[in-house]
T-cell receptor, first 116, second 110 residues
């Protein structure tokens, strides 16, 4: 069964450093998302991406964040200058649009980002 | 942002009995609702969904009920099994982005 994959599973970085989190969505999916979950808190939406552009972003997704689909398979989240409060589990998700019907999002296993 | 709430942080049931997990929302624009199951150190796993034009959707042991007038949905698991022990999240959307509840930890005792 196809699944969303994410690498690395755990990333440790120093404050101020740039990190790139990588995701391979399910191959025939058209919509891509990043979410994060800070320890003990809700899963929060960061950004959605469709047709090679951002379709929606949250207030968390400021100028320090960017997303890219550099080729036909990868979807990346870059944090330019990490802060301590960026420490969280980051989940990638993808969705297959089915006409007007909303469809479920499938999540990857997550990348645990630790900023020291 | 409290648009989606799961007021019970935990639930414990006996194996074989029914588990009922509840979720409330405030945004009447939500038109699609989902339930996810999550184990520690894993991503959320999709369980079942329901469109706002329906009031019930069933898939095997899982049934989701939607009461639009009360802005309430529930997930019923019958019969509950020990392998169902996990954190359950409800989520809602109208634009594509998912708004999650805080989660309910379900423990199914043998």
């Amino acid at each position: 069964e196809p699944e969303v994959t994410q690498t690395p599973s755990h990333q440790v970085t120093q404050m101020g450093q740039e990190v790139i989190l990588r995701c391979v969505p399910i191959s025939n999916h058209l919509y891509f998302y990043w979410y994060r979950q800070i320890l003990g808190q809700k899963v929060e939406f960061l950004v959605s991406f469709y047709n090679n552009e951002i379709s929606e972003k949250s207030e968390i997704f400021d100028d320090q964040f960017s997303v890219e689909r550099p080729d036909g398979s990868n979807f990346t989240l870059k944090i330019r200058s990490t802060k301590l409060e960026d420490s969280a589990m980051y989940f990638c998700a993808s969705r297959k649009e089915q006409g007007v019907k909303k469809s479920e999002q499938y999540f990857g296993p997550g990348t645990r980002l630790t900023v020291t | 942002d409290q648009q989606v709430k799961q007021n019970s942080p935990s639930l414990s049931v006996q194996e074989g009995r029914i588990s009922i997990l509840n979720c409330d929302y405030t945004n009447s624009m939500f038109d699609y609702f989902l339930w996810y199951k999550k184990y520690p150190a894993e991503g959320p796993t999709f369980l079942i969904s329901i469109s706002s034009i329906k009031d019930k959707n069933e898939d095997g042991r899982f049934t989701v009920f939607l009461n639009k007038s009360a802005k309430h949905l529930s997930l019923h698991i019958v019969p509950s099994q020990p392998g169902d022990s996990a954190v359950y999240f409800c989520a809602a959307t109208n634009t594509g982005k998912l708004i999650f509840g805080q989660g309910t930890t379900l423990q199914v005792k043998p």
